[in-house]
């Protein structure tokens, strides 16, 4: 696998890169997460492969969390691997975020958003990525018991220590992020983002106003989940696959969640893909980012194919207002 340990050198060429709120950071359009398929259980040389394959299609950012594995802390494990097999000399040209806020470790630290669980995690994943610094740290989920203002002022302590550039929230609504917004400007914390569930299949910062919010005010939104768990993708066009994330893992993604109303406007939405020049997929992607007001969408992947095929939506073409329009009726 020595070809992937050499960078394409036109590998900005066919990204676009979008600035992050009102700050300086730009992110690729399409970003690659580490949630799944870089766990213990994976196979080491296919996540070289996605990573060096996302790398030379412009893809420059990588996002972790403490807990993604299986076990937690594995992917950031088998990253840090990466980056000394080759990806960390390129370390000034990559933006890296981790995360905390969901269990980690025993006890009554390891969890929801203390300062000593958050400074206490941040080190540890530094450590298994043999890291001195992230570029994004995030606050992962909104804590109810612990003050915000303890938890704002930890990721401020944080990016004053050296240990981040910038800061983030994820899962925090409209109301929870204009909080965060009111402390962290107060402080002069370089806060840039949120990340959040956005697809066709999934609204809500639609919904709860935090997508015009934040375009109104400066800040950036990362969208998770953009093809809804696979849902929207060619996999269960005809049913559900043995190999499919419902049928070998279910964690995240039931049978229920494929109702036959599901599966109708799946096939619908792959009619105007398809109309289109796209895949699903590609289309799904291409339509979280269709008015500018999403930064970047968060891709997974199994293999490294599905990276290139995804990287294609920036070439795409704009959606019609006949496009939009079909689109809704079939998702109301």
């Known amino acids: 696998m ?8 036109n590998r900005y060429e066919t990204m676009k890169y979008n600035r992050c709120g009102n700050s300086g950071l730009k992110l690729p359009a399409v970003s690659l997460g580490l949630w799944h398929n870089f766990g213990s259980n994976g196979n ?19 996002d972790l969390a403490n807990n993604y594995g299986p076990v937690p802390g594995a992917a950031e494990e088998n990253f840090g691997r990466i980056l000394r097999d080759g990806l960390g000399k390129y370390r000034d040209e990559l933006v890296i975020s981790t995360k905390a806020g969901y269990d980690m470790w025993e006890g009554p630290y390891g969890n929801w ?28 989920r909104p804590d109810p018991e612990t003050p915000l203002e303890e938890t704002m002022l930890a990721l401020d302590s944080i990016v004053k220590s050296g240990k981040a550039l910038y800061v983030g929230i994820s899962n925090y609504n409209k109301e929870q992020t204009q ?17 959040r569930k956005y697809s066709m ?11 015009s919010y934040a375009a109104q005010n400066g800040i950036g939104i990362i969208a998770f989940c953009p093809l809804a768990q696979g849902l929207l993708t060619n996999k269960y066009l005809h049913g559900i696959p043995d190999d499919s994330r419902i049928r070998t893992d279910g964690r995240f ?11 109708t406007q799946i096939q619908a939405l792959n009619d105007i893909a398809a109309s ?33 095929e995804n990287t294609k939506i920036v070439d795409a073409k704009p959606f019609t207002a006949d496009e939009i329009e079909a689109i809704e009726k079939i998702l109301k």
């Open 2 to 9: 020595d070809r992937l340990y050499i960078a394409d050198k």
């Open 44 to 62: 080491y040389d296919n996540m070289l492969d996605m990573c060096f394959t996302a790398f030379n299609q412009g893809i420059t950012h990588f």
């Open 113 to 140: 958003g203390s300062k000593k669980y958050l400074v206490a995690s941040l080190d540890q994943s530094l450590k298994r990525m043999g890291l001195d610094y992230v570029d994004i740290f995030y606050h992962h």
């Open 179 to 195: 909080r965060a917004v009111e402390i962290l400007h107060e402080q002069k914390t370089p806060f840039i983002i949120n990340q």
């Open 201 to 211: 299949f999934e609204r809500n910062i639609e919904e709860d106003g935090l997508k």
């Open 253 to 263: 993604l039931k049978e229920d969640a494929l109702s036959a109303e599901r599966l």
């Open 276 to 308: 289109r020049g796209q895949t699903l997929a590609q289309m799904a992607l291409s339509w979280v980012l269709r008015d500018g007001e999403v930064t970047s969408v968060l891709i997974g992947a199994s293999r490294a194919s599905q990276i290139s």
